[in-house]
């Protein structure tokens, strides 16, 4: 009875080890498939998949474009924009005076694509190379660089630089912005 005991046992622990075996693979592949088709660096199934070669050629042309969509709002509401002839001291809270020079950057640009149409910054382009890119054979020809570098500095102090943006700040950049769009 013992030798009968001990093959019954034999077998039940073989068949709990297979058993186990086989929950256990089945629980790692779905969780493999599962991690699969989340995974956002490529879908389950190719785009395109069972079209034509042009249309899947133009799919992916459109998809190629979006990563170089860009936009570059307005900061301040047309209400909120801020004059140089405007009581600036009354300004609160203070980055409404960054947003306004922000703003202000777009008008001059708007004033080179008046003066000409080719000349037209893209968003996300530097726009120290832009601005120097028009006094070389451009609006700003006759125009000293050192003017456009002190206009860009300010530009770059108001957008980016931590220390205190003051109203002469302001001043002194529509000064110059007036500047430019005069010549």
């Given amino acids: 009875m013992a030798d009968r005991l001990s093959g019954v046992a034999i077998i039940i622990c073989i068949a709990l080890g297979v058993l186990t075996f086989l929950l256990l693979f089945i629980f790692a592949k779905r ?3 599962r991690f699969t088709l989340k995974s956002k660096h490529s879908p389950h ?4 998949h069972g079209v034509s070669k042009s249309l899947k050629d133009e799919v992916d042309r459109r998809l190629l474009i979006i990563k170089d969509i860009a936009y570059e709002p307005a ?6 924009c801020l004059s140089a002839d405007s009581d600036l001291s009354q300004v609160q809270p203070q980055h409404l005076l960054r947003m306004g020079v922000v703003d202000k950057l ?12 080719t ?4 968003p996300g382009q ?7 890119r028009q006094v070389h054979g451009g609006p700003f020809a006759n125009c000293d660089p050192r003017i456009i570098h002190k206009f860009l500095d300010l530009y770059e102090h108001a957008r980016h ?4 943006f003051t109203h002469e700040h302001y001043l002194a950049f529509m000064g110059i912005l007036e500047q430019l769009k005069s010549r």
């Fill in 126 to 132: 530097d726009v120290r190379v832009f601005l120097l």
């Fill in 31 to 33: 969780q493999i498939m």
């Fill in 119 to 122: 000349r037209v910054r893209k």
């Fill in 75 to 80: 900061l301040l509401k047309p209400n909120e």
């Fill in 161 to 164: 630089s931590p220390k205190e």
């Fill in 45 to 48: 199934v190719p785009i395109g």
């Fill in 106 to 117: 777009s008008e001059l640009e708007e004033h080179i694509g008046g003066i000409d149409k």
